[in-house]
């Protein structure tokens, strides 16, 4: 299986980005998928994931601002992302995993990655 992102890139404060993740080898059918991110000197955190069924999960932080969305025919991932801030700067990254039915923001519950897209928000 193999995941890559795409969409990242350098925007202003309070600007959107839609970051993509595509699949491949990589049937979406009962699986969770999910977006990450990993900011200079921090841990990797969840930011949002999905399952199969479309059930969603968010970061308290990002739920008013970020919307997860998947294209089962395109096997493909999306990450809306509006109203930016510098703090939302860091690598976006893909996650996988099947069989899945709860999608988590935890990382040892994905066992695929992507290389990551980055994400930079100034002024």
């Known amino acids: 299986m193999q995941l890559v992102e795409s969409g990242g890139g350098s925007v202003q404060i309070g600007g959107s980005l839609r970051l993509s993740c595509e699949a491949s080898?990589?049937?979406?059918?009962?699986?969770?998928v999910g977006w990450f991110r990993q900011a200079p000197g921090k841990e990797r955190e969840g930011v949002a994931a999905?399952?199969?069924?479309?059930?969603?999960i968010y970061a308290d932080s990002e739920k008013d601002r970020f919307t997860i969305s998947q294209d089962n025919d395109k096997n493909t991932l999306y990450l809306q992302m509006n109203d930016l801030k510098p703090e939302d700067s860091a690598m976006y990254y893909c996650?996988?995993?099947?069989?899945?039915?709860?999608?988590?923001?935890?990382?040892?519950?994905?066992?695929?990655w992507g290389q990551g897209t980055q994400v930079t928000v100034s002024s």
């Open positions: 996650a996988a995993e099947a069989p899945c039915w709860t999608p988590v923001l935890m990382e040892p519950a994905y066992n695929y």
């Open positions: 080898g990589f049937t979406y059918v009962g699986h969770c």
């Open positions: 999905i399952n199969s069924a479309g059930a969603t």
